[in-house]
């Protein structure tokens, strides 16, 4: 023990009285580390979602799409799964409910937008385990009562006791004026790491008894579907027991899709696998965390190369102090141990002055990178993750001194064996980020630039919830402005979910995609016609513009117009079908995003439904979009009195299908800059010890007449040979990674030749750089003081 605490007592006064050689390796290492867990805390934060709920492992979710449309499935799904599923032994309990991501409600008679509002059963709050503060949950199976979240309880009600008083719902996704709802408990905010958010819970009796009691007979996806399962319990057979059921049902007879496919999907799954519409929650794309995670273990190895290059450093120069300790009595055991309680206590620091800085910077990540960025410390992971980094970096350390203690000849080339291919390692990983970073960056650039067939600039979208009222005259007003260019309607945006029907009727095989519209609206999109055989625009239009993919298919299978027109003519249609009347032909757009290919799509033409004004589309003039903004919502407080005025722009909606992208180009521009700066902390330390090292042969060539160039050409040409070799195994690394990222996307870049040039050049030009100035410091000492030194 008294050996132990001198050992101790002198590395801890070696590392004070080498103060800059410590700060510097301790810096780089709590850089590295603390880099490496915000990313290795945030990517295990997203695979770990749902994880958190009693029996997670057993809930599902029940998807249902009409057969053959895999490429559009919805995470909503029929109401009928929800009867079924009493008749089912291996479902343990079953929950349906409904999702407004954007509600009108109202308190003390003040009008507020409210997203996150649920309507749910008791089963919902035993399968998701919702805790309430105040209020017994049963009571959400009474009429017209509701719970609410602490978060919007302090939000509306701050100090007030929110017990006994009511919410109006105004407007709740396609259902309006469901009257007041009384406040029955506050439920503890859903958990973080959930996929969805809740802030109001509505009961499912009273106002939305009618609409839930139509369900299972309806072919509406309007509600989500989950299944807490019996253990052992086949996902698969349950799908096949409820296709069973609604074949034996009368459902099939009903106007829609003859035939649908039931999957159940586990709750796990969904944050990370699912792309399915009208998810609950914004989820994340897999392949962008498993590249996140990547990262966080490039930068943690760059941060170990580093911190090994500076370790292997300082213990060459301390050859003479080893050998002097062994010739007066110390055994090698004595010296390992010196220099692994060093390297333990310098990781030690490292990590605690990384979990110091990582709780304090939150707020700076979460605006940075627009996530939830959050440390939970129940979790074994963490410490899992800490305590190897302490092993690993003392374990090499051990090998490290081990090795060293048993060699006999010059610490030259001892050190120069070891630390160079570290280096290699170092910038290889460099030049890796660099080029991804730069690819990254050049995809985001390219479908956000590349021509999507309309014109998403300058436009204005209204969400209006009001269809009691003529839209049109709300949109002939706005047409007086001189700040409006056009108005359009339409029931969806572009990037909102839409609808399909089934192209056999058509002989095709398949589905297509269509939105309810109106003829202004493509003009308002500038959406060009290849075809327009609409005979008086300015009247009421009713009929079908498909986009030309659907129209070249019709043309190659049919031959001609009026062909396709003769092929419905015999078609036998059921109850409530009407045959297609094809009234215009457009250029193909990009409707949803560059992650999937354009397809077969079609707008339906209905002016006479007030409800295609959903979305309402204003193209706006060039000018201050403040007062233009201000004039627009002057008017529609004259036409929709009392309702909110509630606007987005379109382009800001078609950039957020791309934030996985962007937040991982601003992740990767972060993470590049830290790991450049302690790269070039590792080849600092490098030059400097083989400048060091060369000290005698350096004042010989000085003495001999070399020109300080010359010895810097002597110094630089070893470190240039090396970013080569990291390079040349870089590039095809980096080429492999990108081109796999790349798959993500139906419509991408190439890997330019320039992408690789680059990033070699950047790392080399910091090797020089970095390397020149010490070597410069070398090449300009004295040389009499340089060999009077050695």
Not at 419 to 426: A, E, F, N, T, Y
Not at 555 to 574: F, K, P
Not at 602 to 615: G, H, K, T, V, Y
Request: with cysteine; proline share 3%; charged share 20%.
């Amino acid at each position: 023990m008294i050996s132990t605490n001198k050992n101790l007592k002198y590395s801890l006064r070696r590392m004070w009285n080498n103060r800059l050689s410590t700060a510097i390796n301790l810096f780089g290492l709590t850089i590295g580390i603390g880099a490496f867990l915000v990313l290795y805390v945030y990517t295990n934060n997203e695979k770990s979602f749902d994880k958190h709920f009693p029996d997670a492992e057993n809930i599902y979710r029940v998807t249902s799409m009409p057969l053959g449309i895999d490429d559009d499935r919805w995470a909503r799904s029929l109401g009928m799964v929800h009867d079924v599923a009493v008749t089912i032994p291996d479902v343990e309990k079953a929950t349906w409910f409904s999702h407004a991501p954007n509600a009108t409600i109202s308190i003390n008679n003040k009008q507020f937008e409210q997203g996150d509002v649920m309507s749910v059963d008791k089963e919902f709050t035993d399968i998701f385990n919702v805790e309430t503060i105040v209020g017994n949950l049963s009571e959400i199976s009474n009429p017209n009562t509701c719970f609410i979240s602490e978060g919007f309880a302090q939000k509306y009600f701050k100090n007030e006791n929110p017990i006994g008083k009511s919410i109006n719902i105004d407007a709740l996704q396609y259902v309006r004026n469901l009257g007041a709802y009384e406040i029955r408990g506050i439920v503890k905010n859903t958990h973080p790491k959930s996929h969805f958010n809740y802030e109001i819970l509505l009961s499912q009796k009273g106002g939305l008894a009618e609409r839930y009691e139509s369900m299972p007979t309806r072919k509406v996806q309007w509600v989500y579907n989950y299944f807490l399962l019996k253990k052992d319990a086949n996902p698969n057979a349950i799908a096949q027991a409820l296709h069973k059921q609604f074949m034996a049902s009368s459902l099939p007879t009903i106007q829609g899709p003859t035939d649908y496919q039931f999957d159940l999907t586990p709750i796990s799954d969904i944050h990370l696998h699912s792309s399915d519409k009208f998810e609950l929650k914004e989820s994340n794309s897999k392949i962008n965390i498993g590249f996140l995670g990547g990262v966080s273990l490039v930068i943690l190895l760059i941060s170990l190369f580093n911190f090994t290059n500076l370790s292997i450093a300082k213990l060459l120069k301390r050859s003479d102090e080893f050998n002097i300790r062994r010739s007066i009595g110390a055994n090698k055991p004595q010296l390992i141990l010196q220099i692994i309680n060093e390297v333990a206590i310098t990781c030690i620091l490292s990590i605690l002055m990384s979990l110091m800085f990582i709780e304090l910077i939150p707020p700076l990540i979460n605006q940075l990178f627009d996530i939830q960025f959050r440390i939970y410390y129940d979790e074994p992971i963490i410490y899992i993750c800490l305590i190897s980094i302490i092993i690993g970096t003392t374990l090499l350390a051990f090998l490290f001194a081990l090795f060293f203690l048993n060699q006999k000849n010059t610490k030259f080339k001892v050190g120069s064996s070891t630390m160079r291919p570290l280096l290699i390692g170092q910038v290889t990983i460099v030049i890796i980020l660099v080029a991804s970073t730069l690819l990254v960056n050049k995809q985001i650039q390219f479908i956000l630039n590349s021509p999507l067939g309309y014109d998403k600039e300058q436009v204005v979208v209204l969400e209006i919830k009001d269809f009691s009222k003529d839209p049109n005259a709300f949109a002939n007003r706005l047409k007086q402005e001189s700040c409006v260019a056009s108005v359009g309607f339409t029931r969806q945006y572009f990037g909102y979910p839409t609808q399909s029907f089934g192209l056999a009727g058509l002989g095709l095989d398949g589905y297509a995609e269509f939105v309810f519209a109106n003829y202004d609206y493509l003009k308002t999109m500038k959406i060009p016609f290849v075809e327009n055989w609409i005979n008086k625009p300015d009247e009421p239009v009713t009929g079908m513009v498909i986009n030309k993919h659907l129209y070249n298919r019709l043309i190659e299978r049919h031959g001609s117009l009026d062909a396709i027109e003769q092929y419905q003519s015999q078609q036998t249609l059921e109850e409530g079908q009407t045959s297609v009347n094809f009234i215009g032909v457009v250029d193909d757009f990009n409707y949803s995003s560059a992650h999937e290919i354009i397809g077969d799509y079609a707008f339906w033409l209905n002016e006479s439904d007030n409800q295609i004004a959903r979305f309402t589309h204003i193209r706006l003039n060039p000018g201050n979009i403040h007062q233009e903004l201000d004039r627009i919502e002057s008017i529609w407080d004259e036409y929709y009195e009392g309702e909110l005025f509630n606007y987005f722009f379109l382009d800001d909606k078609v950039a957020a299908q791309y934030k996985s992208e962007a937040l991982l180009s601003r992740i990767l521009i972060t993470f590049s800059i830290l790991g450049i700066l302690i790269a070039v902390i590792g080849i600092s330390a490098l030059s400097l010890f083989i400048s060091q090292l060369k000290t005698k042969e350096i004042g010989i060539r000085k003495v001999n007449g070399a020109k300080t160039s010359e010895v810097l050409l002597m110094l630089n040409k070893g470190f240039v040979k090396w970013v080569m070799i990291a390079f040349i195994i870089a590039t095809p690394l980096s080429y492999f990674v990108m081109n796999k990222w790349l798959e993500n996307f139906a419509y991408k870049t190439t890997l330019s030749w320039w992408i690789f040039a680059i990033a070699g050049a950047f790392a080399l030009g910091i090797a020089l750089l970095t390397v020149s100035w010490q070597s410069w410091k070398s090449a300009n000492r004295n040389p009499v003081e340089a060999l009077r030194y050695e």
